[in-house]
């Protein structure tokens, strides 16, 4: 059974750094894309970053340059470092493994970790 654990979040001040962790265990790490969402209340979560199982990132214009996706194979662990946090990026985040496209993540998740971005 595939089992998702993030971690890393908390309160941070505007501008501040946070860097997020996911450990996925009971699957092959390495074959997968892996992305992190995030999702705020009453909203659909929300893709922030991807990178394929060869290392190629993306990311949407709303954290571009802020945002840094990286994986480490080894660890079947995936990485989000996040830097010049704003308070439109509080959100709990989640990470996920896809196949294909990061709009189409398996269908099982963490219980993600909070970010919140307050004065």
């Known amino acids: 059974q595939v089992h998702i654990v993030e971690s890393g979040g908390g309160l941070v001040h505007p501008g501040g750094s946070l860097r997020l962790s996911c450990t996925v265990s009971?699957?092959?790490?390495?074959?997968?894309?892996m992305a992190w969402y995030r999702q705020t209340p009453g909203n659909q979560r929300e893709l922030v970053a991807s990178?394929?199982?060869?290392?190629?990132?993306k990311y949407p214009d709303s954290v571009l340059g802020r945002f840094t996706i990286s994986r480490d194979d080894a660890k079947n662990t995936v990485y989000l470092q996040m830097m010049s946090l704003e308070s439109e990026d509080t959100a709990v985040y989640y990470c996920n493994r896809y196949y294909g496209s990061p709009d189409n993540p398996f269908d099982n998740w963490g219980q993600g970790t909070q970010v919140t971005v307050s004065s």
């Open positions: 009971g699957t092959i790490f390495s074959v997968y894309g």
């Open positions: 990178i394929t199982n060869g290392g190629t990132t």
